[in-house]
């Protein structure tokens, strides 16, 4: 079988890293991938790992109001420019990664089966709506996406709505070099690391992360706190300018990196004591299990994707709201009693290893993809 991914932006956020491993990994199961994405790093990374690839005109959020609208503009060139990819693919699938690609690709081809990944818990809800008629299977990437389609979706689509998280790749299992990662980053060799990795966008909540370190910093004033992520599309300038002001004014800036420029998470992870995940409404939470991958101890807001990825006090610690008080006092407890902070680590391993695998979604993907064309198939069959 042969499945055409379809993704209009092409800067490394976590649904577009998701997109790039599932991508590169499905082979192994028998899936044949091609890719339509426009040109940037996105683009270079699959075309480097040797995948087809396929550019496609780019759609960007607006800056005002619901950030899945899309100009239309961008949605009269996109439709045309899948259009044109599958007919040189010749698919069985169209896999959209996100509710702009199903809106590029629900015209293109009306016998070819479309799936919308659904990524989300914000989206403009009528347009969701319209568009959802079309796909003939919706994966969310988590419960918590689950929850939020059944809430805005008709009843008649639910059944074509199954959840599907995402995979963390068998190179994430493999502890990294602490002091190689510290270095490497200009991190201090020795004292505690607490991180948060999350690109610049408010629901992340990274002024709570800086409130928490604040907090712990009173007790271990030789804790150092590192964010790593940018201002991915451009469109928060302001929230970096308060965030950075809001370190100064906290006396964090001798102890406190912002690192823009990191390749993947594994490069950095290893630097970390603890990994902080103050986001509210996040959709699954990919990096904390990048994070519990690695072993690193994860405290997250309860709430959405983090709640269903760990099991408090067992495989990490979830807080409720993401009070930056309550983050700091547990990430302090876990820094007092190292045992404790690498039995959790342990369990979160062990966890993600379980139900998260890169293997078992790609799996599941090929199942479902086949499913989805014996079904199309014997429908076609049926019309005559």
């Known amino acids: 079988m042969r499945v055409?991914?379809?993704?209009?932006?092409?800067?490394?956020?976590?649904?577009?890293?998701?997109?790039?491993?599932?991508c590169v990994a499905l082979p192994s199961v028998g899936v044949d991938v091609a890719v339509a994405v426009p040109y940037g790093p996105l683009f270079d990374r699959l075309t480097a790992a040797g995948l087809a690839v396929f550019p496609v005109a780019p759609a960007r959020a607006k800056k005002r109001g619901w950030r899945l609208f899309v100009t239309s503009a961008q949605l009269l060139r996109a439709p045309n420019t899948v259009f044109q990819i599958m007919r040189a693919v010749k698919p069985d699938i169209v896999h959209a990664n996100s509710l702009q690609a199903l809106l590029a690709s629900r015209?293109?081809?009306?016998?070819?089966?479309?799936?919308?990944?659904?990524?989300?818990?914000?989206?403009?809800?009528?347009?969701?709506?319209?568009?959802?008629?079309?796909?003939?299977?919706?994966?969310?990437?988590?419960?918590?996406?689950?929850e939020y389609l059944v809430h805005i979706l008709s009843p008649g689509i639910l059944n074509r709505v199954h959840v599907i998280c995402d995979g963390i790749g068998p190179a994430r299992f493999t502890p990294g070099d602490k002091s190689a990662a510290r270095q490497r980053f200009g991190l201090p060799a020795g004292g505690p690391v607490i991180g948060m990795i999350a690109h610049v966008v408010p629901w992340k909540r990274h002024d709570d992360f800086i409130l928490a370190a604040a907090e712990i910093r009173k007790v271990r004033p030789d804790a150092h706190f590192v964010i790593v992520g940018r201002d991915l599309l451009n469109d928060h300038a302001g929230l970096v300018s308060k965030?950075?002001?809001?370190?100064?004014?906290?006396?964090?800036?001798?102890?406190?990196?912002?690192?823009?420029?990191?390749?993947?998470?594994?490069?950095?992870?290893?630097?970390?004591?603890?990994?902080l995940h103050p986001a509210q409404r996040e959709p699954f939470g990919r990096v904390i299990c990048e994070a519990m991958a690695a072993s690193i101890p994860v405290i997250a807001t309860e709430s959405g994707g983090p709640a269903s990825i760990i099991q408090h006090r067992v495989s990490g610690i979830l807080v409720r709201d993401g009070d930056p008080p309550l983050m700091a006092e547990e990430a302090l407890a876990l820094l007092f009693s190292p045992g404790h902070a690498a039995t959790l680590g342990a369990a979160g391993h062990d966890r993600v290893l379980k139900l998260f695998t890169m293997r078992g979604v790609c799996e599941q993907l090929a199942k479902e993809y086949g499913d989805l064309i014996a079904t199309s198939s014997a429908r076609r069959d049926a019309d005559g």
């Open 4 to 22: 055409l991914w379809v993704e209009l932006i092409s800067e490394l956020g976590g649904a577009q890293h998701s997109l790039l491993e599932t």
């Open 107 to 146: 015209h293109a081809f009306s016998s070819i089966p479309i799936i919308w990944h659904a990524r989300d818990v914000r989206m403009p809800v009528l347009i969701a709506r319209r568009a959802s008629k079309d796909a003939l299977r919706i994966f969310a990437s988590s419960d918590a996406v689950y």
């Open 243 to 275: 965030l950075k002001n809001q370190v100064a004014q906290a006396g964090l800036g001798e102890v406190f990196h912002w690192i823009t420029k990191c390749d993947s998470s594994n490069d950095i992870l290893p630097a970390f004591d603890l990994l």
